[in-house]
């Protein structure tokens, strides 16, 4: 894995794999336990930052039923919007590795438009 370090930003991945995405949703899932919850319902934390993207894990709280707790959204800082999204009622194999794949594409999908 390689990665660039910056003083505003924290840690920012040059490069992807499906295992090191995995690792740090499961490092954010645990981490967002001990978050507090904000006004509204939800906790959110940054999972990483791909160059232009944010990757986001959110837990909205048993209040909204009907929609999965646990949200992975792809943030455009560009464009200032979510460009790809994954809710889930927990991060199992499947689940983890659908989120890996929906991030790697939309990596892929956000650095073709770039170049």
Known sequence: MQYLETA??????????????????????????????????????????????DVRLTEV???????????????????QSVIDSYGCSGFDEDDLATAAQMILSADLRAHDLRH
């Open 8 to 53: 505003s930003t924290g840690v920012t991945w040059a490069r992807l794999d499906a295992d090191e995405i995995e690792r740090r949703i499961i490092r954010a899932y645990v981490q967002l336990a001990y978050s507090p919850w904000e006004r509204g319902g939800f906790r959110s934390l940054i999972v990483a930052r791909l160059s232009w993207l």
């Open 61 to 79: 709280s048993s209040e909204f039923l009907g929609m999965p707790p646990f949200w992975l959204d792809v943030y455009s800082n560009a464009s």
